[in-house]
C-alpha cells in the first residue's frame, strides 16, 4: 500500500510565497513522474507543475516563472515553491505520484489535497 501526503497550503497576500510538501510511503519499489495539479472552484483538475524521475520539470503557462517543483529521489518528496502569488492560484492543491510497487505494481496515487487561498 502507498500513501501520500500533503502539506503546507494556508491564507497568504497577493505577492506572497508559499511552499507545498508531499510525501510518498509504504511498499514502494520505483516513482516516475511526481506533480502538482490544483482545482479551483467551479472548474476542472488542471496540471500546474510535473517533473520526471530525472528531475525535468514542466510547467503550467500561468505559474512559469513564479513557481519551482524540486524534488528528493531519497525520501521519496515533492515539493513546490509557489512565489509571486495571485488570487486566481486560489484552489485545492493536489499532489501527483506515479509509483512502481514493491510487487510490480504500476499506480498513480493522489494526496488528500491542501487549500491555498490568495487574498487580494
Known amino acids: 500500500q502507498v500513501q501520500v501526503v500533503e502539506s503546507g497550503g494556508g491564507l497568504v497576500q497577493a505577492g506572497g510565497s508559499l511552499r507545498l510538501s508531499c510525501a510518498a510511503s509504504?511498499?514502494?519499489?520505483?516513482?516516475?513522474?511526481m506533480g502538482w495539479y490544483r482545482q479551483a472552484p467551479g472548474k476542472q483538475r488542471e496540471a500546474v507543475a510535473v517533473?520526471?524521475?530525472?528531475?525535468?520539470?514542466n510547467y503550467a503557462k500561468s505559474v512559469k516563472g513564479r513557481f519551482i517543483i524540486s524534488r528528493d529521489n531519497a525520501k521519496n518528496t515533492v515539493d513546490l515553491q509557489m512565489n509571486r502569488l495571485k488570487p486566481e492560484d486560489t484552489a485545492v492543491y493536489y499532489c501527483?505520484?506515479?509509483?512502481?510497487?514493491?510487487?510490480?505494481?504500476?499506480?498513480?496515487?493522489w494526496g488528500q489535497g491542501t487549500l491555498v487561498t490568495v487574498s487580494s
Open positions: 509504504g511498499s514502494i519499489f520505483s516513482i516516475n513522474a
Open positions: 501527483n505520484v506515479a509509483v512502481v510497487t514493491s510487487s510490480t505494481q504500476y499506480l498513480q496515487i
Open positions: 517533473i520526471t524521475s530525472g528531475s525535468n520539470p
